[in-house]
């Protein structure tokens, strides 16, 4: 595995081994879920390398380096054949893993240490990097490979949704699994001392920042945020006044460097604060230009004492650039036992103070949460006095996202395709509840269509070029069901 799947892999590693420990305490289940995760993943990647009916050399490499198995040829291709693998109902199992996580992956005990708020995306990021990842890593990658990594994704966000559906109750798991706990003493406990990864994500900063003509082309080429737009050229102008003000020896106004992105998810704040970025680079204001990303995991430590010290660490990573903190209205999240949020927020303030002159922080979230983030300390008002608000994309703006990401991916659609995708997706909007995506919606839906699209020509013996690369109205009636118009 690569450093960055490695890093998921090992986060949601942990998180499973929190689990185990909350299971012990209730003394309810023999099932060790770090093992049953270790064994669905690696079933996953078998359902992989069986997709083109071939077994390489460097795919049972990748399975047993990562994951500690010690498979050959004729062992991994009995062992498929023996769990069911090579079945085409293999994909209406969930991972029996997936249960634990969707129980218990919002108590207060493991929402500390995960790389997402939202345990449930971590679960099915993992699936994706390490199967993208192994993919990468042979050197006779399929399209029918690609494409039952699609399905199997497509799984596992199926299955998610209908737990969140129905009110919270877990797929079932299988009623016996030969796995033990370990025992008591095997179990430690970190410490104070205990090294504190970061967790998190870092772009830019390692290369020329692009002048500020580029910049305000990639910002104006972004689809749909208009009032986002005019209010980032807005600012810009603002700052060039004030540094010719400076330079004719008059007296600038202070202008507010830090920020409130309010919208829902996959509305563009994290492209505008990369771009922010690197715009404040090139006027001079920061010396790096680079985004650190991180959410309430990134900040919050899970023991007394760390929480301090893991915020300094991101603030010193984001020096120069921009600290961009998603979800933060979770940082004032207060709950029964007590957490450390509110350290984190108290020690981000005093943060921003001391590094105010190269450093950028930017506070993201849903408008009426950011309210009671704004409110939990008294010094963020008056450093986070600019919000942006980013409105929700209308059918056109996801229209056009479709067709960027088909043309990014040599896809096109036809012309009744097209007519189609629109009208859908008008009622998509007209009907959005609280699970509207955004951009992110259309990511997926591009991947259910390009998944479906492949069953369809396989079907038809079809593989010239026109036909790999359109998509008809049927390979995107998956994304739409008939009731409701609301996408799976």
Do not use: W
């Amino acid at each position: 595995m690569d450093s960055e799947t490695r890093n998921i892999y090992t986060t949601l590693m942990s998180i499973a081994d929190k689990i185990d420990r909350k299971l012990m305490q209730e003394n309810t289940t023999p099932e060790n879920v770090k093992e049953l995760l270790r064994i669905d993943l690696r079933n996953f990647l078998i359902f992989l390398t069986i997709a083109d009916h071939v077994v390489a050399k460097d795919e049972i490499r990748y399975i047993n380096k990562s994951l500690g198995y010690d498979f050959d040829d004729t062992t991994m291709k009995q062992f498929a054949i023996n769990s069911n693998i090579t079945r085409e109902d293999f994909l209406n199992q969930p991972p029996a893993s997936m249960h634990y996580f969707l129980k218990y992956g919002r108590d207060e005990f493991t929402v500390h240490e995960a790389k997402y708020y939202d345990i449930q995306k971590l679960y099915i990021l993992t699936f994706q990097t390490i199967g993208e990842d192994f993919l990468s890593s042979c050197k006779h990658m399929d399209i029918k490979e690609v494409n039952q990594l699609t399905r199997y994704r497509f799984m596992l966000e199926s299955n998610i949704r209908s737990y969140t559906r129905s009110g919270g109750i877990a797929p079932s798991r299988p009623d016996s699994i030969p796995f033990k706990l370990k025992s008591r003493e095997d179990i430690s406990t970190p410490n104070e001392e205990s090294e504190i990864p970061f967790i998190g994500n870092v772009s830019g900063g390692d290369k020329t920042v692009a002048d500020l003509d580029s910049l305000l082309k990639e910002l104006d080429d972004l689809i749909g945020l208009a009032s986002v737009k005019t209010e980032v050229k807005n600012l810009i102008n603002l700052l060039k006044i004030i540094e010719l003000r400076s330079k004719s020896g008059l007296k600038a106004p202070s202008v507010t460097k830090h920020f409130v992105f309010t919208g829902n998810p996959g509305t563009g704040k994290t492209t505008v604060a990369r771009l922010l970025s690197q715009i404040y680079c090139s006027l001079g204001i920061l010396s790096k230009g680079h985004l650190v990303e991180v959410d309430r995991s990134g900040l919050v430590a899970a023991y007394m004492g760390q929480t301090a010290i893991k915020v300094k660490e991101v603030i010193d990573r984001a020096k120069g650039g921009v600290l961009f903190i998603d979800e933060a209205y979770s940082l004032a999240n207060e709950t029964p036992g007590g957490d450390f949020g509110q350290e984190a927020i108290d020690t981000l303030v005093k943060a921003m103070e001391d590094n105010r002159d190269d450093l950028i922080v930017i506070v993201a979230g849903y408008p009426d949460l950011m309210n009671n983030f704004m409110n939990s300390n008294p010094g963020l008002k008056s450093r986070f006095q600019k919000t942006l608000y980013f409105p929700d994309y209308t059918a056109d703006d996801l229209y056009k996202v479709f067709a960027k990401f088909c043309t990014e991916n040599d896809y096109m659609l036809s012309q009744s395709a097209s007519e189609y995708l629109m009208e859908k997706l008008q009622n998509y909007v007209l009907n959005k509840d609280a699970n509207f995506g955004n951009a992110r919606d259309i990511r997926n839906f591009l991947d259910v269509a390009i998944s479906t699209q492949a069953n369809r020509l396989l079907e038809e013996n079809a593989t010239d070029a026109d036909a790999l690369m359109t998509l008809i109205p049927s390979d995107l009636e998956l994304i739409f069901p008939d009731k409701g118009d609301k996408a799976l």
